[in-house]
């Protein structure tokens, strides 16, 4: 056989929907992989400086991480850009080749506090116990975003190493470097206005969250850092602490209004790191739900082709509304598809209740809790 399977290529995708296998199937039992992870389908290489540079003049020229689109009388439409980046993320960078310099696992050893990051020189212990609630310098600094937050491609902070594989494995068994993983996460999550509730991975707002909130509405970059983290939660064995924390972005930006400029990186972005179908599914008709105006949802489910059959729940639907119609109680075509859309995304915020935790819901079970100090909480949770 030769090196025959090794001179396969993968097709690129050229498509926002070859990128989103999200509706695939409109099934909550995702049966590809186990956990429902999207199955490595893979790109023939990673990405390329022209896509870097591509991408560079979106993030600069208004591109969805950075705020809110303009909404126009142009339709709406998806980010190639955005779902590429994030097709090869959920797809564990299919075919990329790994450096060829011997792994020298410096963000291990960042983390386990035997080499300071480059090019401040600051340790990890420092960063841990001097910078929480320092929000100048977590806001101005950008050159640690990059070490506390590693991934397999490259950020701005070019001193900072990609992750490996065998990297990603060492890490993962290293009880010390989680655990100031977690306190780092702790720490990004206080600077925007959230604390992290349990070992689960759920999250609330933290007392300060009015002002954090103003601010993190108002200093769109931090969107780019939170997809970054994001992302690192799921290389380093932290897969099911992205679900609450979307969740609770999104019910921010689209329910109680607190961050309305985030609203589009959340769906474009947040919501695509997320590597299980179902739920990403239950997110975005959470989101299609409260989204203003409904037309703008662009983000699907995409529309079912309508097949008569006799019997059918179509035409029942369709019998229903000559019926009301002949009585003076007839609904606009738009009230009966919303109507329809608010039933379904019911039927499944019901099914999947038991997944999340909302932010008013985890407060009341915070009520009464007692406090415990944060390097303590940390080593309660099982790594």
Avoid at 275 to 291: K, P, S, T
Wanted: glycine residues 6%.
């Amino acid at each position: 056989m030769g090196n025959l399977m090794g001179s396969w290529r993968y097709k690129e995708p050229s498509t926002v929907e070859e990128c989103d296998s999200t509706w695939e199937t409109d099934s909550e039992s995702d049966e590809l992989q186990p956990g429902g992870e999207e199955e490595d389908s893979g790109i023939s290489e990673s990405m390329s400086p022209a896509d870097a540079v591509r991408g560079a003049e979106q993030l600069d020229h208004g591109s969805p991480q950075f705020g809110d689109m303009m909404e126009s009388s142009t339709r709406m439409k998806r980010s190639f850009y955005a779902a590429k980046d994030l097709y090869k993320y959920r797809h564990s960078y299919p075919n990329y080749k790994e450096p060829c310099q011997p792994n020298e696992y410096r963000n291990l050893r960042f983390y386990l506090n035997k080499i300071p990051l480059v090019p401040d020189g600051i340790y990890i212990e420092e960063i841990l116990t001097k910078w929480r609630g320092d929000y100048e310098k977590l806001e101005h600094n950008h050159t640690y975003i990059q070490w506390l937050f590693p991934l397999r491609e490259q950020g701005l902070n070019f001193y900072a190493q990609e992750l490996t594989q065998d990297e990603i494995k060492e890490f993962q068994s290293t009880r010390e470097a989680k655990r100031r993983f977690l306190l780092a996460y702790t720490i990004m999550l206080d600077f925007f206005g959230i604390k992290l509730l349990d070992k689960n991975g759920n999250v609330a707002r933290a007392p300060n969250w009015q002002d954090r909130f103003q601010h993190l509405n108002e200093s769109q970059h931090n969107y780019l850092r939170i997809t970054r983290i994001l992302k690192s939660l799921g290389e380093l064995g932290f897969e099911s602490f992205k679900l609450p924390l979307v969740r609770l972005l999104l019910e921010e930006a689209l329910v109680e209004d607190t961050l309305p400029n985030m609203r589009h990186s959340a769906l474009e972005y947040f919501v695509y790191t997320l590597r299980q179908h179902a739920q990403r599914r239950a997110l975005l008709r959470f989101a299609q739900r409260h989204y203003h105006p409904p037309e703008n949802f662009i983000w699907g489910p995409p529309k079912k082709k309508r097949i008569p059959a006799s019997g059918s729940a179509v035409m029942k639907a369709g019998k229903n509304e000559v019926v009301e119609r002949s009585v003076g109680k007839a609904r606009s075509p738009r009230e009966g598809r919303n109507n329809l859309l608010e039933r379904e995304a019911d039927d499944v915020d019901e099914r999947k209740s038991g997944e999340w935790k909302t932010a008013k819901g985890s407060k009341v079970l915070q009520e009464g809790r007692r406090r415990v100090d944060l390097e303590e909480y940390i080593e309660t949770i099982p790594l």
